[in-house]
């Protein structure tokens, strides 16, 4: 499997030295590298991107600002100087965060990731549909999308409920939504994402999912209504 990459970074030398190692590298093909949020945001929406080599700390807009206008992203990985952005890149899902000065090894190690995701994404697909691949009490579990109900925040974790069972994973909300398809899943309040063809009733302050009534923020009813009318 290739794919195909973008380097972002606003400093010639540190671009040129990561699509140096995407050109080399057997497996991924350099479609762009730009220095700026604007051009490479133009890229993706023309271009087949599978991968992105993120820098965070650019003029105008930051790697995080461009990432937040885009409604479907690549995979992610950071690129940084600074170590800082760590914990904010997990929101954003990122496949690996990669300190500069980058060698050789590292980079191949993050792309590793990258290609096996890619690849789980790939067949994700089956006779009982789509599912995805979650880490929970330190086993894989593979879960159909059809069958999930509803995501729960708890604490550092997300409380993952589907029609067999229960889950808790190491995620944030942000993070895990980036993983659920948008036409069927729905964040209707802070700490609550719902499969929108589960919902059998709602109202102005809940959503009833069989006989559990999730909260509804404000301004999320009107969301949900939409959603339910294109299911």
């Not at 879960?143 to 994973?169: M, Q, R, S």
Request: with cysteine; hydrophobic share 40%.
């Amino acid at each position: 499997m290739k794919l195909n990459c973008v380097v972002v970074d606003d400093s010639t030398i540190h671009r040129i030295t990561v699509a140096k190692l995407v050109n080399e590298h057997p497996d991924l093909t350099l479609v762009g590298d730009f220095s700026n949020a604007s051009e490479t945001r133009n890229c993706i929406l023309n271009k087949n991107v599978d991968l992105l080599f993120l820098d965070i700390e650019m003029p105008v807009q930051s790697g995080f600002d461009l990432l937040d206008g885009l409604k479907t992203r690549p995979q992610i990985i950071f690129v940084s100087s600074k170590s800082d952005y760590a914990l904010k890149a997990f929101d954003y899902a990122a496949v690996d965060y990669l300190h500069k000065p980058i060698t050789k090894d590292r980079f191949n190690k993050a792309v590793l990731k990258a290609i096996d995701a890619a690849q789980r994404k790939k067949e994700s697909t089956d006779d009982d549909g789509e599912f995805i691949f979650i880490k929970s009490n330190l086993k894989n579990f593979k879960i159909f999308i059809a069958k999930i109900k509803w995501i729960e925040a708890y604490g550092d974790y997300i409380k993952l409920n589907t029609e067999d069972e229960t889950h808790l994973v190491l995620s944030t909300m942000k993070s895990f939504e980036n993983e659920l398809p948008a036409d069927k899943f729905l964040r209707v309040h802070k700490s609550f994402i719902i499969n929108t063809e589960k919902v059998d009733r709602f109202n102005s302050k809940f959503a009833e999912i069989g006989t559990t009534k999730i909260p509804l923020s404000r301004n999320k009813k009107e969301d949900l209504a939409k959603a339910l009318n294109k299911a």
